[in-house]
Nanobody, 115 residues
Framework: QVLLVESGGGLVQAGGSLRLSCAAS????????MAWYRQAPGKQRELVAT???????DYADSVKGRFTVSRDNAKNTVYLQMNSLKPEDTAVYYCNAIFAWSNYWGQGTQVTVSS
């Protein structure tokens, strides 16, 4: 089992930045894929960014060039650096881990971008 705890959300003005953190209860080198998702009110949860334990990353088109996913293996933590934030980035952001063929989710952290 993997416990994920997100932090770093908050209220920011458009054009600002936030960094989200996701602390995992397991050595993240043993977790093949970790990802960030988001869910805005009335919308489906969508994939934002992924990082693998082979250091591969991928991003949704809507955040490419603005968001960066990274990992600190020593701290078992994955980060999402979000720059040039837009009101449409407002959502609850969730950390996700795929481990031993199971899907694990954090509790989510709210990001609100004001115009």
């Amino acid at each position: 089992q993997v416990l994920l705890v997100e932090s770093g959300g908050g209220l920011v003005q458009a054009g600002g930045s936030l960094r989200l953190s996701c602390a995992a209860s397991k050595n993240i080198l043993s977790i093949s894929v970790m990802a960030w998702y988001r869910q805005a009110p009335g919308k489906q949860r969508e994939l934002v960014a992924t990082t693998t334990n082979t250091d591969s990353t991928d991003y949704a088109d809507s955040v490419k060039g603005r968001f960066t996913v990274s990992r600190d293996n020593a701290k078992n933590t994955v980060y999402l650096q979000m720059n040039s934030l837009k009101p449409e980035d407002t959502a609850v952001y969730y950390c996700n881990a795929i481990f031993a063929w199971s899907n694990y989710w954090g509790q989510g952290t709210q990001v609100t971008v004001s115009s």
